[in-house]
Structures are given as structure tokens and as C-alpha cells.
């Protein structure tokens, strides 16, 4: 059985985007090259000095692995070389790069917010990690380009995806028109069709939240944990505790089975502490497309206006009826 190939299925979608003529399909191939590359260190990294950390902290004060840096770098790149990109939010610095210092040619229309390597304390556990990565189109043209413009609300991303460097490694993506996973495919190096139109199911039986810091959670968080470990056959419960630690590979389980992802505010981060231009944002435009839910509080993630690059935010995020139940413990506070 043949396979369609990414580059083959984007430019088959790409009449979706008459105002592109080209530019966001080879974006998109460009970060497809990128997840090849940090595949390619993520498979050999216990062969390879490229395990643990390299004595540095990011932005949010995170020691950086090895892979991290690697992994950045490996994104800058591949969008620099490939020009439709001009500027670019990453995990691993605190202010934009912009691109055209690098690239005197570049006049791209497109904006890159991205978590090069998520889940990057499970590195040296041989754990999955990935990529998240989210694409804002410029709305002026004629004008430098500024800090301000990355700052648009989550509806407005173009495409938004993730790669995950698990038993396969996958990369999943929507342009707004659904989603759609791809598999690579290692004796050909082409990412491959493998999970056309992904559809989160309504309802799950499993959560994903960090337990231990169960204590600093706000009671409608705690009193929902403890809806899910009642048991009550009508609904299935007790439900499964599933955690990984690893945002994209809780999400990716989540797409596929169904479910509900919890990173609430906290005592320790009253605001949240998952990002929400390069995490939740993605996250959130992926999961709606596929017909799941991601609330901040109240709020759809997606119709939050960010204030600053590093912005964080509360997420329930997975399954439509499982979020909705969460609201439910929040409305009887």
C-alpha cells in the first residue's frame, strides 16, 4: 500500500490558501525538515555526547538540555534557509529573532512560535518528547517587523502542530480545515499519511494531571480528581491516571483515545505555568480542530489576547464532555 507523503498531501491542500501562492506549504515542509533532524539525535542520543545539560538556563530559568539547544537551533535554521519565515518566538529565548538580520533576502509573511523540545526533562529517561510549533500570518506587510505582531490571539493562527519522537515519531498538524498525523517513515525519510482526519472522542476514561501537586491545586480541580476516582459504573469511573510528563505526548494520547489534560494554576504558579503562545495555543487550535475543548478558567484558550511573549495560562484541555465537566466543578464554587 502506498502512502501519501507530507510534501504530496500539502500541495494537494494547498488551494485551501488561495492568499498564500505557495509560501505556508513550504513553510510547513521547512519545519518538516527540522523534526528530521532532531529525530535523527533524539534515536541516537545515548550513542552521542548529547545527553544532559549544557550549564545554561532558558528564559523561564529551566536548566537546557543538550537536545534543547540542538533542537532550536536545528528550527532556526531550517526556517531561515527556507525564507517564507521572518520572525520567530521560541521557549529558548526571550526576545524574537528576526530573521532578516540573518537573511537579507528573507521577506516572509509568516510568524513562528515554537517549543523546540517539550518534555525535555524526560530526555535522559528515554521518555517521548516533542516539537510544538504555531504560524501566524503578518497582517502589514510594508512595515519592521515587531514584538507586537506575534502577540495575536489564538484564533488567528494559521497552522499549528507537533512532532512527537516516540516508538515512531509523528508529526500532526491542522491548517484550520482539521487534522491530519503523518508517521516517518525511516527507510525512505519521508514523513507518510498514517492518521488522516483525527477526531478526539466526546468522552474518555482516563486523566492527566500531576497528582503530586494536588495540595496546591484550587478545590474545583481537587474536587474534579476526586469525581474521577469515585467509583460509579454508570460512567465508567473510577477513571485511569495517565501522566506522562510530557505535554505533547499527554496530548498525543489524549487526540488518539480520548480524555482530559489538566495543568491548572496553582499555589506555585497562580497563573499557570504551561506558555501559552508556543504550548497551549497549538495545543488548543489542534485539539478544537479535531472536535475537543481547551479552556483557560472559563475562557477558550484560543480567545485569550496575549500580553508578552512568554505570557503562561491555566489549560483543561481533550475530550468535549470530560473539559465540560470540569467546568461544572468550577461553576459550584
Known amino acids: 500500500m502506498a502512502f501519501k507523503t507530507l510534501g504530496q498531501f500539502i500541495i494537494e491542500k494547498q488551494a485551501d490558501f488561495p492568499y498564500?501562492?505557495?509560501?505556508?506549504?513550504?513553510?510547513?515542509?521547512?519545519?518538516?525538515?527540522?523534526?528530521?533532524?532532531?529525530?535523527?539525535?533524539?534515536?541516537?542520543?545515548?550513542?552521542?555526547?548529547i545527553l544532559g545539560e549544557n550549564g545554561n538556563h532558558n528564559?523561564?530559568?529551566?536548566?537546557?538540555?543538550?537536545?534543547d539547544v540542538y533542537a532550536d537551533a536545528q528550527f532556526i535554521e531550517a526556517l531561515t534557509r527556507g525564507g517564507e519565515c521572518c520572525y520567530i518566538a521560541s521557549e529558548e529565548h526571550e526576545e524574537c529573532i528576526e530573521l532578516s538580520l540573518k537573511n537579507a533576502?528573507?521577506?516572509?509573511?509568516?510568524?513562528?512560535?515554537?517549543?523546540?523540545?517539550d518534555g525535555s526533562a524526560n530526555i535522559d529517561l528515554n521518555v517521548s518528547v516533542g516539537s510544538i510549533f504555531s504560524i501566524y500570518r503578518r497582517k502589514v506587510l510594508d512595515t519592521p517587523v515587531s514584538q507586537e505582531e506575534i502577540l495575536q490571539y489564538g484564533h488567528e493562527q494559521v497552522a499549528a502542530g507537533y512532532v512527537i519522537y516516540g516508538s515512531s515519531t509523528m508529526l500532526v498538524y491542522t491548517t484550520g480545515k482539521g487534522v491530519n498525523g503523518f508517521t516517518l517513515d525511516p527507510s525512505i525519510g519521508e514523513f507518510c499519511l498514517s492518521h488522516p482526519d483525527m477526531q478526539v472522542p466526546a468522552d474518555g476514561n482516563s486523566y492527566s494531571v500531576n497528582e503530586g501537586n494536588y495540595l496546591k491545586f484550587p478545590q474545583y480541580i481537587k474536587d474534579y480528581i476526586k469525581y474521577c476516582q469515585a467509583e460509579d459504573s454508570a460512567t465508567s469511573r473510577p477513571y485511569t491516571s495517565r501522566y506522562i510528563g510530557s505535554m505533547v505526548a499527554d496530548i498525543h494520547r489524549t487526540l488518539i483515545m480520548g480524555g482530559v489534560f489538566l495543568y491548572p494554576e496553582s499555589?506555585?504558579?497562580?497563573?499557570?505555568?504551561l506558555r501559552l503562545l508556543y504550548e497551549c495555543n497549538p495545543m488548543a487550535f489542534i485539539i478544537e480542530q479535531a472536535g475537543g475543548k481547551a479552556v483557560s478558567g472559563k475562557d477558550n484558550v484560543l480567545n485569550i489576547k496575549p500580553s508578552h511573549l512568554h505570557q503562561r495560562t491555566p489549560i483543561v484541555i481533550g475530550s468535549k464532555n470530560m473539559v465540560d465537566k470540569v467546568l461544572s466543578f468550577m461553576d459550584k464554587q
Not at 59 to 67: D, F, I, P, S, T
Open 20 to 49: 498564500a501562492k505557495g509560501e505556508l506549504s513550504r513553510l510547513l515542509r521547512d519545519i518538516g525538515i527540522a523534526a528530521k533532524m532532531i529525530n535523527r539525535e533524539v534515536n541516537k542520543a545515548g550513542l552521542v555526547d
Open 59 to 67: 528564559v523561564q530559568g529551566e536548566a537546557q538540555k543538550k537536545l
Open 105 to 117: 533576502v528573507n521577506k516572509g509573511k509568516y510568524m513562528v512560535c515554537m517549543d523546540p523540545l
Open 267 to 273: 499555589s506555585s504558579y497562580p497563573q499557570g505555568k
